[in-house]
């Protein structure tokens, strides 16, 4: 079973609409919860970090963690087109490496 | 904003060759990371370094490669003999308490 599961999309909403990224992972040890965004052929940037279970908000973003299903979403409220990237789960345990999901593919239509 | 800065943008070198990827950290950061994706795949994690020595490093990080922190600033990953498999983006990082912040990245070419 891999660590971290993530479907690789592609994605496709229309500009304004809810969108929902999610991932599930294997390993109960994880303790923090990550969302990196990655334009193409660029550097994975931070979103959102959470290390517990529940709801964290930032602006027009909502990271959700229920550890009690290893399952990990993302949420985008008013999805604008700038917003087209992929977005990349991501998990650490005690250990510092970070584990990554393959990544969704998402296109906000105009 | 403080970011993580790489050089080279892109790099292009012959099998066998030796290269050197260079990273700045941001400038309070004390722990360090390397990361690389193949094309099409996962970012993936190589090593990490903290107080001057490797505190973790992957099955993928084996003899060939190599890390330095020369001096104050620079943080920076060798390749000794590349390959062609090697050919990959590779990404730096660093944190000064639990978020990673990544650098834009240095594209390796192997031919």
């Known amino acids: 079973q891999k660590e971290v599961e993530q479907d690789p999309g592609p994605l496709s909403v229309p500009e304004g609409a809810i969108v929902s990224l999610n991932c599930t992972y294997s390993?109960?040890?994880?303790?923090?919860f990550m969302w990196y965004r990655q334009y193409s052929r660029k550097g994975p940037e931070l979103l959102m970090y959470?290390?517990?279970?529940g709801n964290k908000e930032d602006g027009r973003f909502t990271a959700q963690v229920d550890k009690s299903s290893k399952y990990i979403s993302l949420f985008i409220r008013d999805s604008q087109p700038s917003d087209s990237a992929t977005y990349l789960c991501?998990?650490?345990?005690?250990?510092?490496?970070?584990?990554f999901g393959k990544g969704t593919r998402l296109h906000i239509l105009p | 904003e403080p970011e993580v800065t790489q050089t080279p943008s892109h790099q292009v070198t012959q099998m066998g060759q030796e290269v050197i990827l260079r990273c700045v950290p941001i400038?309070?950061?004390?722990?360090f990371y390397w990361y690389r994706q193949i094309l099409g795949q996962k970012v993936e994690f190589l090593v990490s370094f903290y107080n001057n020595e490797i505190s973790e490093k992957s099955e993928i990080f084996d003899d060939q490669f190599s890390v330095e922190r020369p001096d104050g600033s620079n943080f920076t990953l060798k390749i000794r003999s590349t390959k062609l498999e090697d050919s990959a983006m590779y990404f730096c990082a660093s944190r000064e308490l639990y978020e990673q912040y990544f650098g834009p990245g240095t594209r390796l070419t192997v031919t």
């Open positions: 400038s309070n950061h004390l722990y």
């Open positions: 959470t290390y517990s279970s």
């Open positions: 390993n109960s040890a994880f303790q923090y």
């Open positions: 991501a998990i650490r345990g005690v250990d510092d490496k970070i584990i």
